[in-house]
């Protein structure tokens, strides 16, 4: 017979299960599940031994020896053993057991506790294998690495140290400085003081210290250039400073490469400084040439239009038609050079002029510039659409002069239509951003020839069908530009043209809500202003239908009860938990579907209501069903008064708990065997009451420290004086237990009798009554002391080498058989621009993308088969630099059964873009080694 899930729940939160076997060691009964990836054995093996379910070979000597001391029918405690299923699944089971007798003494079988410490397992290989991995990096990097202890004195360095400095660690270990004869230099060359080297500043500030650059005179007079980082290591437990990871790269060919790359600058500034000159003098002689446009150039004009008037008055009339023409022709040509001229210093005032931002209203600048259009020519019929509310950053005389171009070409190319159909207006692009556009119904042009739109001179249409000199357009396209925004067409010849434009990103500081402007402008109230007064007749029916609609489309129960106890009103919910119609429902009193035990306690609380004692009350009651079964419901009752405080109504609420009361029950009828089995358990149990003070402790005490009955009845956990935990935990914990959920493996730290510090995970399930009320918690308490120690430990090692990777500038990396990063260092993150999250588990192509990926692809082929690869590779970081680094792939080997297969591979790369393409002979082709 196995137990519900509610019998399992204390010990659910541990993983744990108990079991039951006959006298011939068969499972007569297991309960509890485990976790979900490792769970406990299933009923499935009721009916057979432990050994027998048990399809792992290397645990045939385990077993005999086990089957003998069960022959003995003696306790045991605490046997692991690797478990695998007939599935080929694995999982690591410990348990315990005691043997059973009857009245009459005679052997029963047995029965007891066993836990599944699967995860546990798993946790410490996987620190282990991460330590054995991030040391294998470490000995391969190209850049040399020094451990240090808090004193600064160096305990280990790895083989790149020793070639580095020419020492090797039997002569560094134990000094605090590598080469105690070299003076150190700073970058500029002058000695570096001891209170300026890295390793004293990050000691006294506790603070990593960065590509420091740092050099080395050596005695021989060369010097050694190196790129330092230091990075301090803390204590996981004590959190003091436990020592120091320095890296250095050897950067003497880069430095040596800066200083001819500052000859050069020093060069190439003398010719910047000559070259900007001669273009100063160029800009002198380009503004003497613009002046010269305007007014030596329009001085010649300007005469040759006055003779030409004067000319035409003496012109005989007996020279003809044709001499006057000449003479147009001639007034024509001057009037157009005057235009291109003008045009031409209006494109050169534009590259020149700041730009002044301020709020242009757009609705406003074309309602003044089609009224003037308007006013010179009265003659036409115009169609004026604006678009109110317009509002944009931008220069206001720049803006005005796109739209007067904008609208004036509209105007001029409708000209041969009956009726001029001008529209500016707004419109949202596909990105949010806020596109102006003026549209007209005019001739239009071919889109074939959209190229030559905004160019200078560019001209789609004759002088003869629409005069223009060819330049608004071009300096509409500039303004557009100098703005940070886009200008573009869409046309069909006869079916007029549309002119889109956008004002770059500045825009998005004209966040000025375009309704809110107009609506202040004339003077009216924002629209979320309510307007006072109004019909109270019609929000109180509103509120009535808002109540009706909430009462009837409720998910609970909801009834509205007399002052006599008779029901007014009942939802649809209400009906269907009990069984009734609506009709039936309205007939019966509270007295007639509450069961009889509950009726006096109901009507009493109904009188302290009218008596004015309280206002409202809960509690779990017990209903009478239709077909007559019993139904748990917890309630809410409220009295409803009226505006003079007289009672009304009542109005209940009732949630329906009856499954939940048949799952407390048949938790209480399991407790009596629960407490049989704590006794052989590893962890201790306890209970505690509705104020969290503990009531029962049953364990061994070696387990449970100073968890003993005698130690903490009638405390709570926080009371205890040998619990060393942070106000803030507490809280948070408190916070948990007063919403009464269940927690798991909330760890607390204590002194043990000794005065140690140990560990305890601890779990719990909350308990309730019979009526449903909170009563306390129970559950299970573990000692992981050693567990978190070992844990601290290899996590600690891990911290501090995956600290020294973080100090070394080369890309470091390890991947599994998949190609997912399994690990990676912060230099990995800066150069390709991403989140530890957005590497830690994705694949190489993830991370690189395609077109680097299919390159790199070969080399990963060729170390996933078993060789070590070495080639060059350019990558264009994040920051758009251009970098070459010298990859390299070592495979790793898997252990155990696998020893000879390839289950992974470390990479890292250098950075030698300062060494030049091929310094390492490498080449662009991988290198078997």
Sequence with gaps: ???????????????????????????????????????????????????????????????????????????????????????????????????????????????????????????????????????AIVSALAEGVLLGDADGRILDCNASAERIYGRTLAQMKGQHFATPNWTMLNEDGSPMLETERPSFMARHSELPQLDKVVGYSRPDGSTLWTLVNVQPLFDAQ????????????????????????????????????????????????????????????????????????????????ESGEKARRYLERIKAGVQRMGELTDGLLSLAKLSRSSLKWSTVNISEEAA????????????????????????????????????????????????????????????????????????????????AYSGKLFGTFERLHSPEEFPGSGIGLATVNRIITRHGGKIWAQSAPGEGSIFRFTLGTDENHAAVNADDALQSSLGMPPASVSPQGGDTGVAATLSEQQFSYAFEHAPIGMALIGLDSRRLRVNNAFCKMLGYSESEMLSRTVHDITHPDDVEWDVLQRARALAGEIESYQWEKRYIHKDGHILWGQITCSLVRDADRRPLHFITQMQDTTERKKAEQALRHSEERFRILTGLSSDWFWEQDKDFRFVQVSGKPANTVKFVQQD?????????????????????????????????????????????????????????????????????????????????????????????????????????????????????????????????????????????????APQVTEVLAGYPVAYQRAHKTARGAQRLFLVKYFPRYGDGEQHSKVIGFYSIATDITQLGPDTSGAGSKPVHY
């Design 238 to 317: 004590s959190g003091a400073m436990s020592g120091f990871a320095t890296s250095l790269t050897d950067i003497t060919k880069r430095k040596n490469a800066e200083q001819e790359i500052v000859r050069l600058n020093m060069a190439l500034e003398s010719r910047v400084l000559r070259r900007t000159a001669q273009l100063a003098l160029a800009n002198k002689e380009l503004e003497a040439f613009s002046y010269s446009v305007a007014h030596d150039l329009r001085s010649p004009l300007s005469t040759i239009d006055g003779f030409c008037t004067l000319l035409a008055k003496v012109v005989p009339p």
């Design 712 to 856: 903490v009845t009638g405390l709570a956990r926080w009371e205890l004086e040998h619990l060393q935990m942070s106000e803030s935990a507490w809280l948070v914990h408190k916070a948990q237990l007063e919403r009464h959920e269940e927690f798991h493996d909330f760890e607390l730290t204590l002194l043990d009798n000794h005065g140690e510090l140990r560990y305890e995970s601890i779990s719990g399930v909350p308990v309730f009554d019979a009526s449903g009320a909170f009563a306390g918690y129970r559950g299970t308490g573990r000692d992981t002391t050693e567990l978190r120690r070992m844990t601290d430990a290899l996590r600690t090692s891990e911290l501090q080498l995956r600290d020294i990777t973080d100090t070394v500038p080369a890309l470091i990396a390890y991947l599994d058989a998949e190609q997912r990063f399994a690990f990676h260092n912060r230099a990995y993150e800066e150069v390709f621009g991403l989140s530890h999250d957005q590497i830690h588990g994705k694949t190489m192509l993830d991370v690189m993308g395609a077109e680097l990926y299919e390159r790199v």
């Design 368 to 447: 003044k510039i089609i009224r003037q259009w308007t006013e010179r020519e009265p003659w036409r019929p115009v169609l004026a659409t604006i678009e109110p509310g317009m509002l944009a950053r931008a220069d206001s005389s720049l803006l005005r002069e796109v739209l007067e171009n904008l609208i004036a070409n509209a105007w001029k190319f409708s000209s041969r239509n009956e009726r001029t159909e001008i529209t500016v207006g707004s419109e949202a692009s596909s990105d949010g951003k806020v596109v102006y556009f003026v549209q007209d119904k005019g001739a239009g042009f071919d889109m």
């Design 1 to 135: 017979m196995s137990l519900n899930r509610r019998e399992s729940a204390p010990s659910g939160p541990q993983s744990d299960w108990h079991w039951e076997t006959d006298r011939d060691h068969r499972f007569t009964r297991i309960s509890g599940s485990g976790h979900q990836e490792n769970p406990s054995p299933t009923q499935e093996c009721i009916g057979q031994t432990p050994w027998e379910t048990d399809c792992n070979l290397g645990n045939k000597t385990l077993w005999v020896r086990h089957r003998a001391r069960l022959a003995r029918h003696e306790a045991f405690f605490n046997l692991e053993y690797e478990r695998e299923d007939r599935q080929g699944g694995r999982s690591v089971l410990r348990i315990s057991g005691a043997p059973v007798f009857g009245a009459a003494g005679e052997f029963m079988g047995y029965r007891g506790v066993g836990a599944d410490i699967t995860a546990h397992r798993q946790a410490d290989a996987a620190l282990r294998t991460s330590e054995a991995r991030l040391r």
